[in-house]
């Protein structure tokens, strides 16, 4: 959107389906929209006021995949055009970006540190390799604003860590720069999100979790303060928002797969999340 806000989204069991939701009805179902052209589950998501871009994730088979699909906003009802591709074959990855370039950094199956660029003004090329990361990682969660991406928690191996990386999109060829942690370990399927000046990450597997971290990127050395919660526990699931609210979509929740959407204000951060959509 208009504020630089992160898309992390993440699929399950290989489905094409895309879903809307109205931040101005946000109590309504969201609404079936365009297909992706290919299915994928563990994918993930970046875009810009006219375009949403979902990369790699697992293809059936099931093997890590290299593709990125287009979704054009102002006609979202046709199925998203292959672009891309990002130069690594892989899966449970994290993304964010800007208003001209998007950034999906890490993942595996086994863990990767890096960084590949895609730019919207030319979205046919192979994404240019950017980064790394400070260590390899895999199912991070993804926010940032127009100054600075940052990947916070992950597999780094064993046990799951709770590093955060940033990277200088002024500087993006850099390795990135470990910055304070998460309030705990995190593991795969994170959502993410934000405005200009907060980054929020919440929820993941491994135990499931509905804890919510806040980064203040005045002050990113710091431990990132806990907010929320979350209304569930929940992993595997979708980050996306606006300058005043964000909103986490579906996922594994604790029994079983939920649709339901938490959102939160960030004026009001430190209260349970409400539930909106499905």
Excluded: C
Excluded at 39 to 51: D, E, I, K, M, T
Excluded at 77 to 101: E, L
Aim: cysteine-free; charged content about 15%.
């Amino acid at each position: 959107n208009s504020n630089n806000d992160t898309l992390t989204i993440r699929g399950g069991n290989n489905l094409t389906s895309v879903s809307r939701l109205d931040y101005a009805a946000d109590t309504s179902t969201a609404v079936s929209k365009g297909n992706l052209a290919a299915a994928r589950h563990y994918l993930s998501g970046a875009g810009n006021v006219s375009y949403g871009y979902y990369g790699a994730g697992f293809k059936p088979g099931p093997s890590p995949s290299t593709t990125v699909q287009r979704i054009d906003f102002a006609n979202d009802t046709a199925t998203a055009a292959p672009k891309g591709p990002i130069n690594q074959s892989v899966s449970y990855i994290g993304s964010t970006g800007t208003q001209s370039y998007g950034y999906w950094a890490g993942g595996g199956v086994s863990d990767v540190s890096t960084i590949s660029r895609v730019d919207y003004a030319s979205d046919t090329g192979t994404a240019s390799p950017k980064g790394p990361l400070s260590a390899a990682r895999r199912g991070q969660g993804a926010t940032g604003n127009a100054s600075y991406a940052y990947f916070a928690g992950g597999s780094g191996g064993s046990p799951w860590v709770s590093s955060i990386d940033r990277l200088d999109y002024a500087s993006d060829t850099s390795t990135a720069s470990p910055k304070g942690n998460r309030s705990g370990e995190r593991f795969v399927g994170q959502g993410g999100t934000g405005n200009q000046s907060y980054g929020y990450n919440a929820g993941g597997g491994t135990p499931m979790s509905s804890i919510m971290d806040r980064i203040d990127y005045a002050n990113d050395t710091a431990t990132a303060a806990i907010k929320g919660p979350l209304s569930v526990k929940r992993a595997n699931f979708a980050g996306a928002g606006t300058v005043d609210f964000g909103y986490f979509a579906g996922g594994n929740g604790a029994p079983s797969t939920i649709s339901t959407v938490d959102r939160i204000e960030y004026a009001n951060d430190s209260v349970v999340a409400v539930v909106k959509g499905p």
